[in-house]
């Protein structure tokens, strides 16, 4: 399986202020995603990383908001931008290697916005 | 849109003792990967176990194993001689590896399983 690291692993800001996540791999992978994980609740998919091209967001998740880069195989970043107490949540990277095979997180980091 | 619904938010059982979680979801498609992860108070997300859909043998890995029941479809988790380490929310997701889709993982909302020593 994929190790699979994250930085920060945990933050607290002010509003309005934006954070940059950063997911990094230890082997090539096909696939990186980016889920959110609010108090409480299951995992919500924000975006599929695409390297060299624009991440694909799922509904109610746009790009002004959360942009995605992925210059390369192992390496991909989140922001979240202007944020606000409801963007409080665990954020966690994951990764696939071929389609059809198992999908692999990492730690994820948790954001508390103030 | 597929839907993956788990009806126990939450569940206990002794130590050494077995205990099942129970997933349904909703689908068209008739290739598909179910899975179920483990994320412990640590929140780092764990597989525990994959099927696909297409493989009438149940998988199975070490204490856990699934009953999968196509036609039901349904997908449940059998945890044998559950150990205090068991103790985490468990999710069921699906994933349908459509030719140039995005394969993405859905979830349902979970099970907060506690071992009680």
């Known amino acids: 399986s994929a190790v699979i690291s994250q930085k920060p692993s945990r933050d607290i800001c002010q509003r309005g202020t934006s954070l940059t996540i950063q997911c990094q791999v230890d082997?090539?992978?096909?696939?990186m995603f980016w889920y959110r994980q609010q108090p409480g609740q299951s995992l919500t998919l924000i975006a599929t990383?695409?390297?060299?091209?624009?991440?694909?967001?799922e509904s109610g998740f746009v790009i002004d908001k959360f942009p995605i880069s992925r210059p390369n195989l192992t390496f991909s970043t989140l922001t979240v931008s202007n944020m606000s107490p409801e963007d409080s949540s665990i954020y966690l990277c994951?990764?696939?290697?071929?389609?059809?095979?198992?999908?692999?997180f990492g730690p994820g980091t948790r954001l508390t916005v103030l | 849109a597929q839907t993956v619904t788990q009806s126990q938010p939450e569940m206990s059982v002794q130590e050494a003792e077995t205990v099942t979680l129970s997933c349904t979801y909703d689908?068209?498609?008739?290739?598909?990967?179910l899975f179920w992860y483990k994320q412990p108070p640590s929140r780092q997300m764990i597989l525990v176990i994959r099927?696909?859909?297409?493989?009438?043998q149940n998988a199975t890995e070490n204490r856990f194993s699934v009953n999968f029941q196509k036609a039901a479809k349904s997908f449940s988790l059998k945890i044998s001689d559950s150990q205090l380490g068991d103790t985490a929310m468990y999710f069921c997701?699906?994933?349908?590896?459509?030719?140039?889709?995005?394969?993405?993982?859905?979830f349902g909302k979970g099970t907060k399983l506690t071992v009680n020593p």
């Open positions: 997701a699906f994933m349908n590896p459509t030719q140039g889709g995005s394969e993405k993982l859905v």
């Open positions: 994951s990764v696939r290697s071929n389609p059809g095979a198992e999908q692999f």
């Open positions: 689908t068209s498609e008739s290739n598909y990967y």
């Open positions: 082997s090539q992978v096909t696939m």
């Open positions: 990383a695409n390297q060299g091209s624009e991440a694909t967001y």
């Open positions: 099927q696909e859909a297409y493989k009438q």
